[in-house]
């Protein structure tokens, strides 16, 4: 049982991270590789590094090439994943109200299903490092592949829902939506 | 510990805390100080276009009672047509008297209120929670906060607004635990006097005060005290709110800033074909969007603090990477440590970007800075509650981590920052302005062309750094002229400067930037002195006449 669940989450990682690059055009249909889309492709990073280096004269240049060197890379992917989990743009995926229950999804998954608790949440970063990857998305197109697990952990957690609650964030989500 | 805040004074608090408590609390303010006050002359660079105005204002007013425009004594600063809060001017003339016309002067009440918030917050939080280790813990998350750094360095009106805005709510809370009038008193005169500090409070303030009402009013009496500090309270926002109803066509700031003067909404709403609930479709939407930009996680954590380019793939956030996990936590974990008032601790996190959310201009921290208070708070109990998890080499590794993100910052702060945004804040005048202060009776005429930047794309405000920074008697000043060149006052002649046409005469100095220098056909002018940005860039130059 636990051999499968194993498989099942590799395999859902697997198939939000390629199925996320085909949505976001970095593979095309006939499995060509779009690097010109990706944040490794970005002047404005590669320009920062050699900047900073040349700039950072308060220690020397073998030290400025330990602190300002493509580590950046890392920053700049979660830092485009913290800035695509905005609320409009959580709004525009799944209507902002959907939030709640979502949450609640995930809390009941951490009390009673761990697995699929990790299960979910990998697939759900699978699809932020599609994002932290790209250097701009479509947010609809980037969060396809995700639409399954987020629609799974909205279920879960209409169990514990408050309905007033929920059905004025609905309103007010709707609101902004359209 | 649970009667402590049933005694009045915070004497017996402090004697109850263990020694471990005192000394944190005594070195959290050691740095708290530091941070805020240490080369507060040479970071940021250079005052701003903003801070300037303030500081010549409160030299102005301080001599002649009257501001750059000739106002006595403005409930509403005109400035660059930006019309300031008059709360900050005020006080930073006060600093003025003391220390004269310089950075520290301006800069000095905002490090000063910026300090104490840090305090105050502790103090609220203990109020809140009982909990002493919380509330050390959430003064040193907004101690540590950059965002809360970079505003208390420099003059910043929403700075000193939200140290009175808390003041106020603490005052308030008082108030409710000691049932002594004078702490509503107190309360309401800040409650105020916040709306004299910044425009945002305009709102805000109404708001919160609504708030606390709503959510504490079976622990209100309303007797004849509430009566008399409701009236209080007008009688003190009587002035700002009558100069705005009087000026609301020509100079209100709400006119200039609000959302619906964003070229894409004011085409829409001005558009007669449209119903009316179209129309709030479009401004609801722009305001969401805005709503959006101010609470995502990027800006908080990654790119929030203007101390870099944009684009710049090493930005900062307003907050230490670290706490993220920290602050979602928080979100969630508010109820436990205050059960009574969550529910405004939450109103407090969902209305603070509710008014920089109205105007135009995308994210700007300085706005939304009324948030910083609520949002460490929920750092620090994310940590408090976390706090059993966090033990051995987890401890250690976030130790590691929060002090590598904050020594980040501070170089980032001290050196990359003047380094690469020296020109953002107009650098080169205050150097311009000693130059000229050593050499004034050399000349008759000094022309200064206001532009600056790569292809002079900017204009700025010469004319107040320097008259601020060469003590040019504020009389001078209110005599000035408009011409069809520009503006004229002293010795001073401030426009753009077109060399083909220029007549050069004896005795005459020009301040001139890098893009507009006189090609070797114009005779007569020789360079005295070259002035460079910290990135060693020239800026400007002198030249005079011979």
């Known amino acids: 049982m636990k051999t499968k669940k194993v498989f099942f989450a590799f395999g859902l990682f697997w198939l939000v991270l390629v199925g996320g690059f085909f949505t976001t055009r970095v593979v095309s249909k006939d499995f060509s590789f779009d690097g010109v889309k990706l944040i490794t492709d970005m002047p404005s990073i590669r320009d920062s590094i050699k900047q900073h280096q040349k700039d950072a004269r308060y220690v020397p240049y073998r030290v400025r090439l330990l602190v300002f060197n493509n580590s950046v890379y890392v920053y700049q992917i979660l830092r485009n994943i913290a800035n695509f989990w905005n609320l409009d743009n959580i709004n525009k995926i799944m209507l902002g109200g959907n939030f709640y229950p979502l949450i609640l999804g995930l809390k009941l998954l951490w009390l009673r299903q761990r697995d699929w608790f990790w299960i979910c949440v990998g697939g759900l970063m699978a699809g932020s490092i599609v994002v932290g990857l790209n250097k701009m998305v479509d947010v609809r197109a980037a969060s396809w592949f995700m639409l399954p697990i987020l629609g799974y952990l909205i279920v879960k957690g209409l169990e514990e829902v408050r309905w007033k609650t929920y059905a004025i964030l609905m309103v007010v989500s709707l609101f902004f939506l359209i | ?546």
């Open chain 2, 1 to 546: 510990m649970e009667d402590l805040c049933d005694i009045d004074g915070c004497q017996f608090i402090f004697f109850d805390m263990t020694k471990t408590q005192k000394t944190t609390i005594f070195f959290l303010l050691v740095f708290t100080i530091l941070s805020r006050f240490v080369s507060l002359n040479r970071v940021p660079p250079h005052l701003s276009n903003d801070e300037i105005s303030i500081a010549y204002d409160a030299y102005s007013i301080l001599h002649t009672g009257r501001d750059e425009h000739n106002n006595f004594l403005p409930v509403s600063f005109q400035s660059h047509g930006t019309y300031k809060a008059p709360f900050y001017v005020y006080i930073a003339s006060i600093s003025n008297y003391f220390w004269g016309n310089s950075e520290i002067s301006v800069r000095l009440p905002s490090a000063i209120l910026g300090s104490l918030t840090v305090l105050v917050l502790g103090y609220l939080i203990f109020l809140l929670s009982r909990n002493i280790n919380l509330a050390i813990l959430s003064a040193g998350v907004l101690a540590f906060a950059p965002w809360h750094i970079y505003c208390s360095r420099m003059a910043l009106e929403s700075n000193v607004a939200l140290f009175l805005l808390t003041l106020a709510i603490l005052l308030f809370f008082r108030m409710l635990q000691t049932k002594k009038n004078r702490y509503l008193f107190f309360s309401v005169i800040f409650f105020a006097l916040s709306m004299w500090g910044y425009h945002s409070e305009w709102l805000l303030t109404p708001m919160i005060m609504i708030g606390l009402l709503v959510f504490y009013r079976r622990k209100i009496r309303l007797n004849l005290f509430w009566g008399a500090s409701v009236f209080l309270f007008l009688v003190f926002i009587f002035p700002i709110a009558k100069d705005a109803w009087q000026n609301r066509d020509t100079t209100a700031r709400a006119n200039t800033e609000v959302i619906i003067n964003d070229p894409g909404v004011a085409k829409i709403i001005n558009d007669e074909k449209k119903s009316l609930i179209e129309k709030t479709m479009v401004v609801g939407k722009s305001f969401g969007a805005n709503y959006s930009n101010y609470t995502k996680l990027g800006h908080l954590f990654f790119d929030g603090l203007p101390i870099l380019p944009k684009e710049d793939a090493y930005c900062v956030g307003l907050f230490l990477l670290p706490l993220l996990p920290f602050f979602l936590w928080g979100l969630f974990k508010i109820k436990r440590y205050f059960p009574k008032d969550y529910l405004f601790v939450y109103f407090w996190i969902i209305v603070g970007p509710i008014v920089p959310s109205l105007t135009i201009g995308g994210a700007n921290m300085v706005r939304n800075l009324v948030t910083v208070v609520p949002y460490s708070l929920l750092m620090a109990v994310g940590i408090y509650d976390l706090r059993f998890c966090i033990k051995g080499f987890r401890l250690i590794l976030f130790c590691f981590l929060v002090l590598i993100s904050f020594f980040y910052f501070l170089v980032m702060y001290y050196y990359h920052f003047p380094f690469q945004m020296g020109e953002n804040f107009q650098y080169g005048y205050k150097q311009a302005a000693e130059y000229i202060e050593n050499n004034y009776s050399k000349y008759d005429r000094i022309v200064v062309d206001p532009r600056f930047g790569e292809v002079n794309i900017y204009r700025g405000v010469p004319h107040l750094y320097l008259a601020y920074f060469t003590k040019l008697e504020p009389e001078k000043m209110l005599e000035r002229k408009n011409t069809e060149k520009g503006l004229s006052f002293d010795k001073y002649e401030i426009g753009s400067i077109n060399w083909n046409v220029e007549k050069i005469e004896p005795r005459t100095l020009y301040l001139v930037p890098f893009d507009n220098q006189p090609s070797d056909t114009v005779g007569n002018l020789r360079t005295v002195e070259e002035i460079r940005l910290p990135s060693y860039k020239v800026e400007f130059k002198l030249l005079e006449s011979f």
